[in-house]
């Protein structure tokens, strides 16, 4: 009798979105029965300074991302490729190793771009397991993605599939989707008047959520302002991610008198499903989840480069409004609120190009991977 499949998965907790994808595949193959294991990757393993990237993230992210977004542009190049993966290859090989040894698995899935090269080398040297690319970009195949012994790449859009292309990929290129939690699928035909009651909000008073992406991204002081001054009534709900700093300063300043002021929730799916409106940054995470549950979104912010084409994307679908300024954010909710005709073809535009099944198809794929590697899965004696 043939033994579970066991699976690697290897994010790291830059932002929520490595994380919460392979935590949705991941899933997926538990519910076929699959064993599953997830290790950041950068935190626990690498070397410094590469372990402490996790928790320097949203430090990176001075200056509103303006130099991250250009060291993201700059890294992205095919001819930068080779070179790096040289400069990288002493530093990263000893604890890819020393990862793979103490992690046994039958497929690995690195869905971060710095350890893929080093893991699926070390892995292709010690005729180990496949290792399979999984890209938790909407829009972007950024060239760190791209490793000559990666066996096969999943991808969310048609976009990352070309620009992986451009960037050097010959391997199988399968176009999933982005994953997103079943919870999101589930939760979808759920009266917005039940989740409210659990939720303890007010039935009759439009709900209008905002979301400051994983590590709770962006000065959202003059927003909210604009909003509370805003003649529609609206309650708020402020959900600032893991930055805890963020949530203190809004509850100093606004308290949770007009506003319901939230910090990193596991249920994020049923605020969603409770809102009329989300107003978020452009991560891709949120946006995928969001065109799920066919919620009207309006874009105020994005990591530069790396999450701007997640806005155009969004705007050429008319699947959500982009507004930057607090003002037009304003305008927008009040848009929504008041015209049925925008919120439901907002709706029904968003619905159009979500992928609730992306979990779902990267799991099968991942089990056929996994029973095709079958020199890989011994046998338990019975």
């Known amino acids: 009798m043939k033994r579970a499949h066991r699976f690697l998965f290897l994010p790291s907790a830059t932002g929520g979105g490595h994380i919460r994808a392979s935590r949705a595949v991941a899933?997926?193959?538990?519910?076929?029965?699959?064993?599953?294991?997830?290790?950041?990757?950068?935190?626990?393993?690498?070397?410094?300074?590469?372990?402490?990237?996790?928790?320097?993230?949203?430090?990176m992210l001075f200056w509103g991302g303006i130099v991250y977004g250009w060291v993201?542009?700059?890294?992205?190049?095919?001819?930068?490729?080779?070179?790096?993966h040289r400069l990288l290859w002493p530093w990263l090989r000893h604890s890819a190793r020393r990862l793979l040894r103490e992690n046994k698995a039958d497929v690995i899935i690195v869905s971060h771009p710095l350890p893929v090269n080093a893991v699926a080398r070390v892995a292709k040297e010690a005729g180990g397991p496949p290792v399979v690319g999984l890209t938790v970009d909407l829009m972007i195949g950024h060239a760190?993605?791209?490793?000559?012994?990666?066996?096969?790449?999943?991808?969310?859009?048609?976009?990352?599939?070309?620009?992986?292309?451009?960037?050097?990929?010959?391997?199988?290129?399968?176009?999933t989707g982005l994953p997103v939690a079943r919870e999101f699928e589930e939760i979808s035909d759920t009266p917005r008047h039940t989740l409210r009651r659990e939720l303890k909000l007010k039935q009759e008073?439009?709900?209008?959520?905002?979301?400051?992406?994983?590590?709770?991204?962006?000065?959202?002081?003059?927003?909210?302002?604009?909003?509370l001054g805003s003649e529609?009534?609206?309650?708020?709900?402020?959900?600032?991610?893991?930055?805890?700093?963020?949530?203190?300063?809004?509850?100093?300043?606004?308290?949770?008198?007009?506003?319901?002021?939230?910090?990193?929730?596991?249920?994020?799916?049923?605020?969603m499903r409770a809102a009329d409106?989300?107003?978020?940054?452009?991560?891709?995470?949120?946006?995928?989840?969001?065109?799920?549950?066919?919620?009207?979104?309006?874009?105020?912010?994005?990591?530069?480069?790396?999450?701007?084409?997640?806005?155009?994307?969004i705007l050429e679908a008319e699947a959500g409004i982009w507004a930057p300024d607090p003002g037009d954010c304003v305008d927008a909710i009040t848009k929504i609120l008041t015209d049925d005709t925008l919120a439901e073809s907002l709706r029904r535009n968003a619905l159009r190009i979500a992928r609730p099944d992306a979990a779902k198809n990267a799991a099968n794929l991942l089990s056929q991977i996994a029973e095709a590697a079958s020199p890989f899965v011994s046998e338990n004696k019975t």
């Open 27 to 59: 899933d997926e193959l538990e519910r076929q029965g699959a064993e599953t294991v997830i290790v950041d990757a950068l935190k626990d393993y690498a070397p410094w300074p590469f372990s402490t990237v996790p928790d320097g993230y949203s430090r």
């Open 72 to 84: 993201f542009k700059l890294l992205d190049h095919p001819r930068l490729l080779e070179p790096i």
């Open 144 to 175: 760190l993605n791209v490793s000559p012994d990666v066996d096969c790449y999943l991808v969310a859009t048609k976009s990352v599939c070309a620009q992986l292309r451009d960037r050097g990929v010959r391997t199988k290129i399968h176009e």
């Open 205 to 227: 008073i439009p709900v209008i959520l905002l979301m400051t992406g994983g590590v709770g991204w962006g000065d959202i002081d003059d927003l909210l302002n604009e909003m």
């Open 232 to 271: 529609i009534a609206m309650q708020i709900v402020v959900v600032a991610g893991g930055n805890e700093s963020l949530r203190d300063h809004l509850l100093k300043i606004f308290g949770e008198t007009k506003i319901r002021i939230l910090g990193y929730v596991e249920d994020i799916h049923m605020w």
């Open 277 to 313: 409106v989300l107003v978020t940054k452009a991560g891709p995470n949120t946006i995928a989840e969001a065109l799920v549950l066919g919620i009207p979104q309006i874009l105020t912010h994005a990591i530069p480069v790396q999450e701007t084409p997640n806005i155009s994307w």
